[in-house]
């Protein structure tokens, strides 16, 4: 994280509540005054209780913070779940002497259990209020599940600041939202443009992120803005929310599951932005293209083949395609020895950009992912065991 001082008014706690062995699992990001938000969230139809409550309680622009539980996502777990996850929120609420509206709630961890409710409630009792200061690494620690590392990013926006969290290395392929992710702002916004720019943001940024194609039940992304650093230009505050929004994104793809290298997928001179999204996702979520990278084979005709997967893309002509592995064209053109080395060596960085020019108009979106390893196979397959 940056050295710019954190935004003001914002609060936290975490605490080690036993959901998982070691480490805190239980955090509260909170503002001292009410504050603006705006938030989204995924669109899996399991979407679990945390989801569904956060969605109705962000629906008015206003939430001042809010309480995650980490390790276990509580999720399939019927009206009970719901019933344990408002009782959660409430008892933070009570503690700080707020309307229980005024929190959202996440969960992330393992679906088809139910929260600890004993281990919880003991946990919740020792809560107190007023939080210390906001601790952003405590707190991007204590949400972690299967990450080797807390994600965070300070970025300044005129006299007001910007501090992110987020934490997700797999089940990551967004639909409206992606993972967990936090942002906290003293900056000064109408509810209307903070809801606009975030969304905007979103989308320019977690939702061009893939790790495994996988959309999880849980994602949940939010800003909380308390406005005590007084008004800011909106077009600056949107360039810093992105570039605060940018960095995590590439910090997550790094740290996917068994990851060794981050991927960024380039389209260029598609017929729209959604069509080099299009192409950029079904690219770097490619099984095959995944292991080339991660085995620093410069097997271009992978990019090929799934570029090939758009069939409903009639515009798409493999004779005005380009394609790139870093600055050495593969596709068309015959590849020397001397380019085949520099192939290679971009190949074995821990950054692979590949670059796709469609030769169709001006539209152009960049994505995000990583390699495909032997860990990502082994770690899931014994996630819950």
Known sequence: MSDHRLPQGFRSTTAHFGLREDGDDFTVLVSESPARCAAVFTQSRFAGPSVLISRAAAADGRARGVVVVAKNANVATGKQGEADALEVRRSVART???DEDELLI????VIGRRYPMEQLRAGLRTLEWPFGQANFDAAARAIMTTDTRPKTITVPCGAATITGIAKGVGMLEPDMATLLTFFCTDADLPADRLEGVFRSVMDRTFNALSIDTDTSTSDTAAVFANG???????HEFEQALERAAL?????????????AKLIEVRVSEARDAAQAKRVGKTVVNSPLVKT???GADPNWGRVAMAIGKCRDDLDIVPERVRISFGDVQVYPGDVDDRALDALRRHLGGDEVVISIGLGIAEGSFTVYGCDLSEGYVRLNADYTT
């Open 106 to 109: 996440a969960s992330t961890g």
């Open 228 to 234: 005590l650093a007084g008004p800011v230009d909106v």
């Open 96 to 98: 700080m002497g707020v």
């Open 247 to 259: 960095h995590l994104v590439r910090e997550i793809a790094r740290d996917g599951e068994g990851a």
């Open 292 to 294: 080339a990278v991660h």
